[in-house]
């Protein structure tokens, strides 16, 4: 195969009603470059017919790769699928919404080469088109990363970088079963610069990330990179332990002082106070020992359908009797 400068990985899913959209903007930037590039599109098993449009706009766009995934295994781990097909010295990850402008690509690429850094984030300089909500919530989001991870974590850094080849071999070597790529990048400690831009409304479709993968991708971020809920629950141990010390020395004081005391209250108070803190610890303890448990079964976290890089064209047109190609490196 012909060396690739730029990769440029695009996890998609049902993302049919965007995609001509998004290779009507990100061709005419890479073509302009001037340095040979390739787009790997990740399906992420898509139910819609995002796989037939691509393969339809391949054949007009050799440069377009498509790697179809099996069945949908979220945003984060299509990513990695896309990072390990990656064949270029630089390898930029961008979304299909066109909430990130490809036309910034070019000035990353040129202030990698320039500075001689090895990752370029894409910061958000404006947040304006998205919804209170959306706002509000991503600053809480990266407000607690940024505390309990570290404050190298950016507040307004998605998933719109580049890398390098050095930083995407290391990526690769991670055995995390749910890596987030947000938080493991700058915590490598690679030379890095940013570029602003303005985000920009979805282009078409629904959004991929609604509250409940939010709240997955929240917590995906606190317990694959800390050990501080840990701590919390041992911090919840001991003021529950203090409260019912002063539940039974107030307790005392009245059956000293010949008052009554309402016995079914105060059982009331703990029982659900002390049920609620062991419930939860529990349930922390247990997403911890869930990740354990998924790394020792060493499944691959994805697995590819076809890669058109290694599948001739005219066996993948009708999705029939496709290659299948497995991550076999342990999730862990």
């Known amino acids: ?17 965007a995609v001509d959209h998004f290779v009507g903007r990100l061709r005419p930037v890479l073509d302009t470059l001037g340095v040979p590039y390739e787009v790997v599109a990740v399906d992420d098993g898509s139910t819609d017919a995002t796989v037939s449009r691509l393969l339809q706009l391949r054949a007009d766009w050799a440069e377009l790769r498509i790697v179809s995934l099996r069945r949908n295994v979220g945003h984060q781990t299509a990513l990695r699928a896309g990072l390990r097909a990656a064949r270029g010295d630089y390898v930029i990850s961008i979304d299909a919404d066109l909430q990130d402008p ?31 909500f959306k706002r509000n919530t991503a600053g809480l989001y990266y407000w607690m990363m940024r505390r309990m991870v570290g404050p190298w974590v950016s507040d307004q850094a998605g998933d719109f970088r580049l890398m390098s080849r050095a930083v995407v071999d290391v990526l690769n070597e991670l055995a995390e079963p749910r890596p987030v790529y947000r938080l493991v990048v700058p ?33 995906d971020s606190v317990t694959g990179f800390s050990a501080a809920p840990l701590k919390i629950a041992t911090w919840l141990g001991l003021l529950s332990f203090l409260l019912c010390v002063v539940l039974i020395v107030t307790g005392l004081v009245a059956w000293g002082a010949g008052g009554v005391v309402p016995g079914w209250t105060s059982l009331y108070i703990a029982v659900l106070l002390l049920g609620g803190i062991q419930l ?53």
């Open 102 to 132: 490809p036309e910034v690509i070019g000035e990353m690429l040129a202030k990698a080469l320039t500075e001689k850094v090895d990752v370029v984030y894409g910061v958000r300089s404006d947040r304006s088109t998205d919804t209170v």
């Open 280 to 332: 939860i610890c529990l349930g922390l303890l247990g997403e911890y020992v869930g990740r354990i448990y998924m790394a020792t079964q060493s499944r691959p976290p994805f697995l590819v359908s076809f890669d058109t890089a290694t599948t001739a064209p005219d066996s993948v047109e009708s999705l029939d009797a496709v290659t299948v190609v497995a991550d076999t490196r342990p999730a862990a």
């Open 187 to 219: 915590s490598l400690g690679f030379s890095s610069a940013e570029v602003p831009y303005v985000r920009e409304e979805r282009v078409a479709g629904n959004t991929k990330y609604p509250l409940s993968r939010m709240i997955r991708l929240t917590f």
């Open 1 to 17: 195969m012909p060396p690739v400068t730029l990769s440029v990985v695009t996890p998609m899913y049902n993302e049919r009603e």
